[in-house]
């Protein structure tokens, strides 16, 4: 079993670790979770691990020399959160410029390359178990085509798996930051809000700025001021000691305000929306995920038919899909797994070659 280098780089949190591969299954040798803005720079965070698991290229360092408390790698890769040009990569929601050139010759990493978060999350599709996942709609039993991932964390990150007709080939989108288009009077009033309201607004509104963990506070802020409802003081005191987000969806799931309950209803109509937007654009007959941190915490909502319902709402395409499978990703390392699984594939298809 060949051993990878792999990472989930994300702006909230960035997962590393030395994960085994034999086939689509997976073993995680080591692994450690950071806080990204506790580090200046990726390399620092990677120093860390590296000294911490003691990992060594397996391509640079004879066998027979190495002590055998060493992890030996054959291939890093690592999926992150914003657009990949060749070897480089600029995050979106962190200062971080990464370089996977410089990073190999830095750390003598053996064939390092980079990979959009959401491409690597669809990578890692194969390595997870039914038990990672939930249907919210069967779509046809024989479904089979292209297939999409949707993911809303700290940002959007959407992705395509092109069907070949052997396999599937993920690709990366940034259809995240595609203009938001509001569908009623209401949806146009969020819009207005998000560009007009406060200097720190933005003029172009992307459905990132709506449907993410900053999306569903901007959401909340709105909704307070167009109900003319401001948050009780045990709310705010809450929101102003933890994550904001993660207190407007536990105060709306345990229904213990009525603005956060509209909010994140709001928030799950419009997630569907954008995942019948994307559906439509990869014409995703196999079917499509939705991943990232948000939506195993509010599977609930996502199951009272919401989310479907919005999903469906696109006209005459609405039959179209109806017969596309609709899951939720349960497990929260499948872009974590996914550059492990790339580099597997790699081996085998060009075992002396970088993407």
Request: charged share 20%.
């Amino acid at each position: 079993m060949n051993q990878y280098l792999s990472a989930d780089i994300g702006g909230t949190n960035t997962r590393l670790a030395v994960i085994g591969v034999n086939g689509t299954d997976i073993s995680v040798i080591h692994g450690i979770d950071y806080r990204s803005r506790d580090y200046a720079t990726f390399e620092e965070l990677l120093s860390d691990f590296l000294s911490r698991t003691k990992c060594l290229s397996s391509t640079h360092i004879p066998a027979d020399v190495l002590n055998h408390d060493k992890t030996l790698i054959s291939r890093a890769a690592f999926g992150i959160a914003g657009p990949v040009q060749g070897a480089v990569a600029q995050t979106t929601n962190l200062p971080w410029r990464i370089n996977a050139d410089s990073l190999q010759q830095q750390f003598g990493l053996p064939h390092c390359f980079l990979l959009n978060d959401l491409e690597a999350t669809a990578y890692g599709i194969p390595a997870l178990s039914e038990k990672d996942l939930v249907s919210l709609q069967s779509g046809e039993s024989d479904a089979c085509g292209n297939t999409a991932v949707i993911a809303a964390g700290t940002g959007l990150g959407e992705a395509g798996l092109y069907w070949d007709g052997k396999r599937h080939c993920p690709f990366a989108t940034e259809g995240g930051h595609a203009s938001f288009c509001p569908s009623d009077e209401m949806e146009l009033a969020l819009l207005r809000h998000l560009q007009l309201h406060r200097q720190r607004r933005h003029q172009h509104v992307s459905w990132e700025r709506v449907v993410s963990g900053r999306g569903l506070i901007g959401m909340h802020e709105f909704l307070c001021l167009y109900r003319n409802a401001p948050a009780p003081q045990w709310l705010a005191e809450e929101m102003r000691a933890g994550d904001t987000a993660a207190v407007i969806a536990k105060a709306a799931l345990f229904e213990s305000d009525e603005v956060c309950v509209e909010t994140l209803n709001w928030f799950v109509r419009l997630y569907g929306a954008e995942a019948g937007n994307l559906a439509l654009k990869i014409l995703s007959r196999g079917g499509i995920y939705i991943g990232g941190g948000i939506a195993p915490k509010i599977l609930p909502l996502l199951q009272t038919g919401a989310f479907i319902d919005a999903f469906l709402d696109k006209g005459p395409m609405r039959g179209l899909l109806e017969a596309m499978p609709v899951k939720v990703i349960l497990n929260d390392r499948a872009a974590l797994f996914g550059p492990a699984l790339r580099a597997a594939q790699l081996d085998i298809d060009a075992p002396n070659v970088s993407p």
